[in-house]
């Protein structure tokens, strides 16, 4: 255990971001930064935000980390221009100098008006903004992390980040705050080193947690919710969607209202991420032709749990011991799991449900356990 070689103090500073004080205690605990690099390990990821996808995404973007040996690595999405989410951008100094580094949504469009782009941030002919949207998640090299942090105490340079209430720009919506963001860790670095950012499609790598029911439900239509209710959403969507792409035949979703937000609701599918933390995984254990309809419930809990030739109508949950190889397949059916609206008003109810907007409830189901080694097969 490290002990912390300074005496904690109050900070005064009116709710900054916590992103350099982060960086200041890695400096101070980097000997454990150290013990990481001696055993062998290469890469540290930072997430950011409340954002369940973002480890779906990951895999992926590490591999493009390697291949492209970058020590900073951002990931992004597609943006749609003055979009509310800061641009991943390179930006080029008079004397020639470079970085690939995320501007503020705030900032981007009055430094394209002033870099020659007079129509400032608009989309291009592929619909988004040629500056994709940076979400908050870094992988970067731990090598030439820990000299930084040697070279700096890890100190990243703070500015002042005003919210005005309107465009008039001469009353604060909030207190003017001092941050300093980790996004910005490209700036201590050298002009050789190697900065680069991921794109991933949405619906695998970004939906964020931020609103309450009642701001989510205030969200125009056709823009995201990003609440508790659509997060989850979100989750049932890309494994649906992964599945689709491994050959599976999933079912539309239907759209239902919890909590004032019109979501699709796909059928809901989960797995551990032992079962499969890439796509090659997925296409490996699942063979045949294999079906789940959209008001299915599908739980894997086990490592070598195969798909094969099955059909889902109801819900499912297989666990299984890592050293118990399951092969599931035929026809499954029952009442499954109902999906029950529920009021965020609603004091009755537990806050973590209320906030979500509604429960299941479980009629009946098909729950199969596998506690030790050896191979089996599950059928109806």
């Known amino acids: 255990m490290h002990t912390l070689p300074w005496i904690l103090t109050i900070s005064t500073k009116s709710r900054q971001n916590l992103m350099g004080m ?23 990821l930072f997430f950011q935000d409340t954002n369940g996808l973002l480890f779906k995404a990951i895999p992926a973007s590490l591999g493009v980390s390697a291949k492209k040996q970058y020590q900073v690595n951002s990931l992004a999405v597609p943006r749609k221009a003055k979009e509310a989410i800061g641009g991943i951008t390179r930006l080029t100094h008079k004397d020639g100098r470079a970085m690939v580094i995320n501007v503020e949504y705030n900032q981007l469009d009055p430094l394209l008006r002033a870099s020659g782009y007079p129509d400032g941030d608009v989309n291009c002919e592929t619909g988004y903004s040629p500056f994709p949207g940076n979400i908050n998640q870094l992988i970067i090299e731990l090598g030439p992390y820990i000299e930084e942090l040697t070279q700096t105490g890890g100190a990243i340079k703070e500015f002042v980040n005003p919210k005005y209430k309107d465009a008039t720009k001469t009353a604060f919506k909030s207190s003017t705050r001092l941050e300093c963001m980790m996004q910005d860790y490209p700036k201590t670095l050298p002009p050789s080193a190697r900065v680069g950012f991921t794109v991933m499609d949405v619906w695998l790598a970004y939906a964020p947690v931020k609103n309450n029911p009642e701001d989510a439900a ?47 609701v796909w059928p809901r599918v989960v797995w551990k991420p032992k079962w499969a933390l890439t796509f090659s995984d997925i296409k490996s254990k699942v063979s045949g032709n ?18 094969e030739d099955i059909s889902l109508d109801g819900a499912l949950i297989i666990d299984a011991h890592d050293n118990a190889k399951v092969k599931a397949g035929g026809s499954f059916d029952n009442k499954g799991w109902v999906i029950e609206t529920v009021d965020y008003k609603d004091t009755s109810v537990p806050e973590e449900v209320r906030i979500r907007g509604f429960r299941f409830n479980k009629v009946e189901q098909l729950d199969k356990s596998y506690s030790e080694a050896g191979e089996f097969s599950l059928n109806p």
Not at 239 to 263: E, M
Request: with cysteine; glycine share 8%.
């Open 290 to 307: 294999n079906s789940i309809s959209q008001r299915s419930t599908l739980v894997i809990k086990g490592k070598n749990i195969i798909l």
């Open 22 to 44: 982060v960086m200041f205690i890695h400096f101070c605990l980097r000997a454990g930064y150290l013990n990481w690099h001696d055993v062998g390990l290469r890469w540290v």
């Open 218 to 264: 205030k969200v125009p239509e056709g823009n995201p919710f990003h609440s508790a209710t659509s997060g989850e959403m979100a989750i049932y969507r890309a494994h649906s969607l992964i599945l689709r792409k491994a050959g599976v035949k999933v079912d539309d979703p239907v759209h239902q209202v919890f909590n004032g937000q019109r979501v699709e």
